[in-house]
DNA sequence: AACGATATCAACCGCCACAAA
DNA sequence: GTTTGTGGCGGTTGATATCGT
């Protein structure tokens, strides 16, 4: 554990402050803490408590591993296709991300976008800020997951059907193929109209499912906004298909993302 | 089994905004 | 109007775990 001098003035005495990773006895004297005198003042929660750690400390460690709602564990797909519909909406913005998806914090959500998807980018050898990543990640990323997560819900035709497998309201207008989850070289059409009409919900695509309910009250809400919208833009889905992935090598490593 | 490479995640750092003195 | 203290945010780092050879 490092210990770093705490400078004060002539009234204090001077104090080690504590560095690194938090001791269980600290977790619980701060748990304690704010259970008795609620959150907030970290300042002085640090200085009350007995911990020889800064306010800064206190409060990050509460917010992002002792308070009570906080949920661990894997990123679902629902959490990823939220995180990447925000994302793409907010950039950076990563509490503001977090404040929609509930017990998740902002330091999780950096690290997921950083760990995860910055190393697509990477593999990509696109810049994770360019226009050509953004695109891959809304028009092929996230209709992937959408697809993913229908088929776990059960809500999804059987596979390698003949029937339009599609997480999008088959409207007349812009078309797109989305590979399907195994590499049996179909690929499954999703139609897209290219002009503004009457919205369906992203919710539309998921309620027939089951285990959505988290989907239809946090994240539906969200994507029903800017996600159908932006994709609805006149010709948006056609610029970006009118690339030639296949010669930049985009085309190869982009389905090789087995972790989606 | 050992070692290096890579991924993950908790925690820290610096900057900024805001409020109080 | 200026200074100072505090909290919040995003970027970065370092320790540990996991994977591949």
């Not at 929609?100 to 994770?128: F, M, S």
Request: hydrophobic residues 35%; glycine residues 8%.
């Amino acid at each position: 554990m490092d210990f770093e001098a705490r400078a004060g003035n002539s009234s204090d005495v001077e104090v080690e402050l504590r560095k690194g990773p938090w001791a269980v006895e600290e977790d619980l004297l701060l748990a304690n803490y704010v259970s008795l005198h609620g959150e907030g003042r970290w300042d002085s929660v640090a200085k009350c408590s007995g911990l020889r750690r800064t306010g800064k400390s206190c409060r990050l460690r509460w917010l992002n591993y002792l308070r009570p709602d906080v949920r661990r564990g894997n990123i679902t797909p629902e959490e990823q296709l939220l995180i990447l519909e925000l994302h793409s909406r907010w950039g950076n913005r990563w509490s503001k991300i977090a404040q929609r998806l509930p017990g998740r914090t902002d330091n999780e959500i950096k690290n997921y976008w950083r760990t995860r998807v910055q190393k697509h980018a990477r593999q990509l050898r696109c810049d994770v800020d360019s226009k050509q990543f953004r695109d891959m990640v809304r028009y092929m990323w996230i209709p992937r997951l959408a697809e993913t997560i229908l088929a776990a819900s059960g809500g999804g035709r059987e596979a390698g059907s003949s029937a339009q497998q599609s997480v999008w309201p088959a409207e007349e207008g812009a078309r797109f193929a989305i590979p399907p989850p195994e590499t049996s070289g179909n690929s499954n059409t999703v139609n897209l109209s290219s002009e503004s009409s009457d919205a369906a919900s992203a919710s539309d695509y998921f309620v027939a499912g089951g285990d959505v309910a988290w989907f239809q009250d946090t994240a539906a809400a969200e994507l029903s906004e800017g996600w159908m919208e932006s994709l609805r833009s006149p010709g948006i889905c056609d610029n970006f298909w009118a690339q030639d992935w296949e010669q930049s090598g985009w085309d190869e490593s982009l389905w090789n993302m087995e972790e989606l």
